[in-house]
């Protein structure tokens, strides 16, 4: 664990950099503290578009160390005022015109695991010429891809490039973000548009990711410290027709006190091998607004929700009505 230093000298504050990653990433490390036994809170990080946040990093050539709100008392510097110069050192780093495989889709060039901070950037990312607004991927830390959200040959080029760098062992979100403002948001397709099967792909791939990782924390957590939770898996769907995976969880008929992730679907029982029906999965918002009553959120991230008993034969009854409505 990173241990706070007295002052920050010039050469520290000129190694400072914005650390752009999945939310999941700073609280898992938050997580790990805790098994640790350690105090610290783990490294502050401002949240970015929801599924994203931006934390700090001291990074001399490949050694990457992650600021703490001690070291920053320590400095008596402000997480904001870090933040600010650390972006004006990013900025200075970053300076490479972008790659273009395909017209309006730009590719971040300079692959040296600070790609994806450049996100941070957004005087950079309106520099790009797109149609509509400017999206943006994060596959992995050494890939930034924008383009426009009225641009579909460019929307599926960059799910294509996505899908790839994703799977890198440098992953970081399949979660597409739009600007608006100086600010990220959530963006995905609408519904029939030719890339919204692809980008659902990228978002299950990435939910399946960050839910198991923070699974096996859990596990470890629970373990330790003797709380009786059972921390339900995400699965994955084949893909359909479209070629889009689906994530979906269990509620089983006995749940005692178990923690489900929010999934694309729940299946209602006990499943009979790892492969669940899909016509059987009832779809996240339809359980939540039938038996909403039974869920109650763990306020984590990602999100768990707490059920203790399995919804009653009325309530069932009201499930499939609305799963499959007349």
């Avoid at 700090?56 to 402000?78: C, F, K, Q, R």
Wanted: with cysteine; glycine share 8%; aromatic share 8%.
């Amino acid at each position: 664990m990173p241990h706070p230093v007295s002052a920050p000298s010039r050469a520290t504050r000129s190694h400072l950099l914005p650390c752009v990653r999945d939310r999941t990433t700073f609280e898992l490390l938050t997580l790990q503290f805790r098994l640790a036994g350690e105090e610290d809170p783990g490294p502050p990080a401002q949240p970015l578009a929801e599924h994203l946040a931006v934390g700090l990093i001291h990074a001399v050539g490949d050694t990457l160390e992650h600021i703490t709100d001690d070291m920053l008392e320590s400095w008596g510097v402000s997480f904001d005022e870090a933040l600010a110069g650390a972006r004006d050192g990013l900025w200075r780093i970053s300076n490479e015109r972008f790659e273009q495989p395909l017209p309006g889709l730009y590719v971040s060039p300079w692959r040296d695991g600070h790609d994806c901070s450049c996100l941070f950037l957004h005087d950079l990312i309106w520099q790009l010429k797109v149609k509509g607004d400017h999206v943006a991927l994060v596959p992995n830390c050494n890939a930034l891809l924008v383009t426009g959200s009225d641009d579909e040959p460019g929307l599926l080029g960059m799910a294509r490039l996505a899908r790839n760098a994703i799977l890198e062992p440098v992953g970081v979100s399949g979660n597409a973000v739009r600007l608006s403002g100086n600010h990220w948001e959530p963006f995905m397709p609408p519904p029939h548009h030719p890339a919204h099967a692809a980008f659902r792909t990228l978002r299950a791939i990435s939910v399946t990711s960050e839910y198991t990782q923070q699974k096996d924390l859990l596990d470890l957590l629970y373990a330790k410290t003797g709380e009786g939770y059972a921390v339900a898996e995400v699965q994955q769907s084949e893909a359909d027709e479209a070629g889009e995976l689906s994530t979906a969880t269990v509620w089983p008929e006995r749940p005692g006190a178990t923690l489900l992730p929010r999934t694309d679907g729940v299946f209602f029982g006990e499943p009979n091998s790892d492969e669940l029906d899909k016509g059987s999965i009832v779809e996240w918002e339809v359980a939540q607004r039938v038996v909403g009553e039974l869920m109650t959120p763990m306020g984590i991230y990602p999100e768990r929700y707490l059920v203790s008993r399995f919804p009653s034969v009325e309530q069932m009854k009201a499930i499939r009505a609305a799963h499959h409505p007349a």
